[in-house]
């Protein structure tokens, strides 16, 4: 009995259907969709208590504050929390001189105009220190799929053209291998050296008309890269 079923097609090449592999690439620079900045809020009493009521005291202002921007703000988070006994130096036995409290916050904000006013707010509060920010894309980015549509692209144009240099033409494709399409900034990372970084500030006076920050969003590079093998008809060796 005979079939009409088409032979499986050479996966390593032979004469009648050699094999050409090659790697596309893409690397884009696109807008940052997100902005991460780290918030310490602390406090310090010679009682645990007064200490502990202290920092909860102006940790829910600061969450208050954070809230306060709304739809601008993608996420809130709560780290770490710690209190802890500062012993005295001197003297006999152990003595607690005083108790240092501390809460760690992560915001990320969508709307990079808020971040600037934000940013020195938190910064302008006593015992309040802010960290950032620190630019990135959201892993669902449209941007990491238009990398490697791309690379896919780049991929077919070189095999193409290989094979045009040898007076044959691609025949099918036998194995596409994705390399993986990332971000050279990659989230939660610090920036590179010399990029905006929000104000840093320690145990600041509180005011209340304090400018907001000039942020320049740093560009995010993307990069994709596939493996790709095809079969082609044929060369012509002979000119």
Same mark, same amino acid.
């Given at each position: 009995?005979?079939?009409?079923?088409?032979?499986?097609?050479?996966?390593?090449?032979?004469?009648?259907?050699?094999?050409?592999?090659?790697?596309?690439?893409?690397?884009?620079?696109?807008?940052?969709?997100?902005?991460?900045?780290?918030?310490?809020?602390?406090?310090?009493?010679?009682?645990?208590?007064?200490?502990?009521?202290?920092?909860?005291?102006?940790?829910?202002?600061?969450?208050?504050?954070?809230?306060?921007?709304?739809?601008?703000?993608?996420?809130?988070?709560?780290? &770490?929390? &710690?209190?802890?006994?500062?012993?005295?130096?001197?003297?006999?036995?152990?003595?607690?001189?005083?108790?240092?409290?501390?809460?760690?916050?992560?915001?990320?904000?969508?709307?990079?105009?808020?971040?600037?006013?934000?940013?020195?707010?938190?910064?302008?509060?006593?015992?309040?220190?802010?960290?950032?920010?620190?630019? #990135?894309?959201?892993?669902?980015?449209? +941007?990491?799929?238009?990398?490697?549509?791309?690379?896919?692209?780049?991929?077919?144009?070189? +095999?193409?053209?290989?094979?045009?240099?040898?007076?044959?033409?691609?025949?099918?494709?036998?194995?596409?291998?994705?390399?993986?399409?990332?971000?050279?900034?990659?989230?939660?990372?610090?920036?590179?050296?010399? #990029?905006?970084?929000?104000?840093?500030?320690?145990?600041?006076?509180?005011?209340?008309?304090?400018?907001?920050?000039?942020?320049?969003?740093?560009?995010?590079?993307?990069?994709?890269?596939?493996?790709?093998?095809?079969?082609?008809?044929?060369?012509?060796?002979?000119?």
């Amino acid at each position: 009995m005979t079939t009409d079923s088409a032979a499986p097609t050479p996966a390593h090449g032979t004469p009648e259907a050699p094999r050409v592999a090659v790697r596309g690439e893409a690397r884009l620079e696109v807008d940052p969709e997100l902005a991460r900045v780290t918030v310490t809020v602390a406090a310090r009493g010679t009682d645990r208590r007064a200490a502990l009521d202290d920092l909860t005291r102006r940790n829910t202002q600061i969450i208050a504050l954070i809230k306060g921007y709304g739809d601008a703000i993608e996420k809130l988070e709560t780290g &770490s929390f &710690s209190i802890t006994p500062e012993l005295a130096k001197h003297g006999r036995g152990e003595r607690v001189r005083a108790y240092h409290g501390r809460v760690h916050l992560t915001v990320e904000l969508t709307d990079f105009t808020a971040l600037g006013e934000l940013t020195t707010r938190l910064a302008d509060h006593e015992l309040t220190r802010v960290d950032g920010p620190w630019w #990135s894309l959201r892993p669902d980015s449209p +941007a990491h799929a238009t990398a490697r549509r791309q690379a896919v692209r780049d991929a077919v144009q070189r +095999a193409r053209e290989y094979a045009e240099a040898l007076d044959a033409r691609l025949a099918a494709l036998v194995e596409l291998a994705d390399l993986g399409a990332e971000s050279a900034a990659g989230y939660g990372m610090p920036p590179a050296p010399g #990029s905006p970084r929000a104000r840093s500030a320690y145990g600041a006076a509180e005011q209340t008309d304090a400018p907001a920050l000039d942020l320049e969003p740093q560009r995010q590079r993307v990069h994709a890269q596939v493996n790709a093998r095809f079969i082609m008809t044929p060369p012509k060796l002979n000119g």
